[in-house]
C-alpha cells in the first residue's frame, strides 16, 4: 500500500505550466528517483510532495488521508523529512546542535535528544568529535551527512531528498548512496530528485518528468 499519492498535480507559476496532470505512488521500503531536463519542474514536485508548495489543482494523499485535511505544519515536522540540495543547516551551530534543534521544533517526545543526535551523526557516519564542529568547519560530503540525520532526527517515513549527491566526489557519493538504501532496507520511503544516472541505477523506480 502507498504511504503518498498524488492524483493529476498540475502546478503554474506565473502564469507558466509546470507541473501537468502528474500521478505517482510511493511505497515504504523503496527508493524513487525522479529525473528530467532542468526546467522540468523536479524540484517544484518535491516541494509540492513536502507541503512546501500548494499545487494549482490535483489531490495527495498521505498515509490514504487527502492533505487537504492535514495538518501541514504537522506533516512537515513530523512525517516528512526533507534533504535540500544547499543542506540548509545552521552554519554557526554545531552538527550536533543542528539535529537536536530539529528535534525540539518537530515537538516529538524524545527522552534523550543529545544521545538520540549523537546515535544518529554515528549512523551517517560522522564521529563524536565530528559532531561537535561547526557546520562550517565541516567538508560538503560530512554536512549532507549532517542534513540527512536532521532529516531523521524525528523519525519520518519519508525522506525527500533534492540532488542529494549533487555536489559530491564520487566515492563521497557511493557512500551517500549507501546510507540512503539502508534507510529504504529499514522501511523509509526515499524520494530522490536527481540528474545522476549512477543514482537512478541504484534506485528502485525511476520517474521521468517530460
Known sequence: MSILKIENICFAYDKKQVLKNISYEFEKGHIYSIVGK?????????????????????????????????NKYEYRS?????????????????????????MD????????????????????????????????????????????ARALSYDPEIILADEP??????????????????LANAGKCII???HSDEVARMSDYVYQLK
Open 38 to 70: 532542468s526546467g522540468a519542474g523536479k524540484t517544484t514536485l518535491l516541494s509540492v510532495l513536502s507541503g512546501l508548495a500548494k499545487p494549482t489543482s490535483g489531490e495527495i494523499y498521505y498515509d490514504d488521508k487527502n492533505m487537504k485535511d492535514t
Open 78 to 102: 513530523k512525517y516528512v523529512g526533507v534533504v535540500f540540495q544547499a543542506y540548509n543547516l545552521l552554519t554557526k551551530l554545531t552538527a550536533l546542535e543542528n539535529v537536536v534543534l530539529s
Open 105 to 148: 521544533i518537530s515537538s516529538k517526545k524524545i527522552k534523550d535528544k543529545k544521545k538520540v543526535a549523537y546515535e544518529l551523526l554515528e549512523r551517517v557516519g560522522l564521529s563524536k568529535e565530528e559532531s561537535n564542529r561547526r557546520v562550517l568547519k565541516l567538508s560538503g560530503g560530512q554536512q549532507q551527512r549532517v542534513a540527512i
Open 165 to 182: 549527491t549533487g555536489n559530491l566526489d564520487s566515492e563521497t557519493q557511493k557512500e551517500i548512496l549507501t546510507i540512503l538504501r539502508e
Open 192 to 194: 530522490l530528485v536527481t
